[in-house]
Nanobody, 126 residues
């Protein structure tokens, strides 16, 4: 019943853009926060961006500020992340996730999140 499905990943050259989508069927009506997380080779999973469903407030990790933009379409139970000026260091598997416990967008670490999508690969390479 509760399902998060990401899409939009792919291969892009440095400086390019991608938009990822997360459809959160049967979940968004109860979730307080939806987050985007990534895990790259040799790195721990990190919170890239989180958005509070009720008011649209957002959090971004320092490395993506000014380049990534999170948004939501409540009518479609969909959250997006627009990624611009992509760098090789952005290469990772990107997951969306939902939290019924977090209540601020800045609570954007994995331990707060309850339901996870399967991920989509983003590769930034020349």
């Amino acid at each position: 019943q509760v399902q998060l499905v990401e899409s939009g990943g792919g291969l892009v050259q440095p400086g390019g853009s991608l938009r990822l989508s997360c459809v959160a069927s049967g979940f968004t009506s109860d979730a307080y926060i939806i987050g985007w997380f990534r895990q790259a080779t040799g790195r721990e999973r990190e919170g890239v961006s989180c958005i509070k469903i009720r008011d649209g407030s957002t959090y971004y990790t320092d490395s993506v500020k000014g380049r990534f933009t999170a948004s939501r379409d409540s009518a479609k139970d969909t959250v997006y992340i627009q990624m611009a000026s992509l760098k090789p260091e952005d290469t990772a598997v990107y997951h969306c996730a939902g939290s019924r416990r977090a209540y601020r967008a800045s609570m954007c670490s994995p331990g707060w999140f309850d339901v996870w999508g399967q991920g989509t690969q983003v590769t930034v390479s020349s």
